[in-house]
């Protein structure tokens, strides 16, 4: 008898434990704020571009002025494959508490097929208009944030645009993407890159191992292989940006980013870095590359923040209504490591803006 009573004890505890999560979620206070997300880069029904900021949004039980949830497949401003619609004409007549750009690289019809080789093809849609950047500033009201991300700027988008956000953000792009590759023989490896640098050196693509390849507007490819550097590309907080987001973590980030150069007015609180041989050094110094730049800048004084890198793009859909204790996301940090700069470092500083929205509102 005395089993059977412990035994249900304890079966109760595990009951519990595994509910409180779930249960904290549905007990918390629900938030009001309006985002709007633009992302012209949705080819197909993965919403991966902005899927990252959307979980978030659920996590943090953030619902849209008129109380309805915010949906990945459905609130945001680009491409809509599923209705095959493809919004050409940004309207936003009113002052949302956030803007979001999260990418508008576009839609090209080699991304259309089951599987995507990297191929470069026709873009059917994509690129940021002066159209559309002149009504994102009538827009951005005195208390509204502006967020943008790598691929806002660069490559479709013209430059007569570019140098107009430039201006207004604060910063310039130097032309370089770069990314770190583990294997620079697997599929992540775009075919483009591959030829690009048969092309540039006249060699066949042969490259074993991992490597850092950076890339300009003009297609010129930079490698960096093991002898050029050591480890990864490094997310680092600065002193400020420790300040700004005290829950984040440094972490290796593995995805694309670019190269850009902030004016005195912009406040660096992250920057990337890499371990580089005198040899790799000299590789990026002589195509005008720092070994160091920023990786989140941000205008104290007008609610804007650039990110260098395609932060809110992650592959997989976690459930959010849950409220589980930070340990949780430190576990996923170290079981998804191609998921460890998501956990350690964009989703709390997201969380810290997305607080201070809300604080600035009251």
Do not use: C
Not at 138 to 147: D, V, Y
Not at 198 to 220: L, S, Y
Request: hydrophobic share 35%; glycine share 8%; no cysteine.
């Amino acid at each position: 008898m005395v089993y059977r009573i412990v035994f249900r004890f304890l079966l109760l505890v595990a009951v519990l434990i595994i509910a409180w999560p779930f249960l904290s979620w549905q007990w918390k206070e629900e938030r009001q704020l309006d985002v709007a997300v633009i992302d012209k880069t949705v080819p197909v029904e993965d919403y991966r571009e902005h899927l990252g900021l959307f979980w978030i949004l659920e996590n943090a039980k953030i619902a849209k002025p008129d109380g309805e949830w915010y949906r990945a497949e459905a609130d945001y401003y680009g491409n809509h494959p599923v209705e095959g619609v493809a919004e050409r004409n940004l309207s936003l007549n009113r002052q949302p508490d956030l803007i979001y750009i999260t990418d508008t690289y576009g839609v090209y019809r080699a991304d259309l097929g089951e599987k995507q080789t990297g191929e470069r093809s026709e873009m059917l849609y994509g690129g940021l208009t002066s159209y559309e950047w002149e009504q994102l500033m009538g827009a951005k009201g005195e208390r509204t944030s502006l967020i943008l991300e790598f691929n806002s700027i660069a490559s479709p988008t013209s430059n007569s645009v570019r140098r107009s956000v430039e201006k207004s953000m604060g910063f310039a792009w130097t032309g370089w993407i770069g990314r770190h590759f583990p294997d620079l023989q697997s599929e992540e490896v775009p075919v483009w890159l591959q030829k690009n640098y048969e092309a540039q050196t006249g060699k066949p693509w042969t490259m074993e191992g991992e490597g850092i390849a950076f890339v300009d507007e003009a297609d010129q490819v930079i490698l960096l292989q093991p002898g050029d550097y050591e480890g990864q590309v490094r997310f680092e907080l600065t002193e400020e940006g420790r300040r700004q987001y005290p829950t984040a973590a440094d972490s290796e980030y593995g995805y694309w980013f670019d190269v850009m150069i902030p004016d005195e007015k912009l406040a660096i609180d992250a920057t990337y870095k890499l371990d580089l041989s005198e040899k790799g050094k000299t590789k990026l110094r002589e195509n005008g590359i720092p070994d160091e730049f920023p990786a989140v800048l941000r205008d104290p004084d007008q609610h804007t923040y650039y990110f260098s890198g395609d932060y809110a793009d992650i592959g997989v859909k976690y459930f959010g209504k849950m409220d589980p204790p930070e340990s949780y996301y430190d576990v996923l940090a170290l079981i998804r490591e191609d998921e460890r700069f998501y956990w350690q470092s964009y989703v709390p500083m997201i969380r810290h803006i997305l607080d201070r929205i809300e604080e600035g509102k009251r």
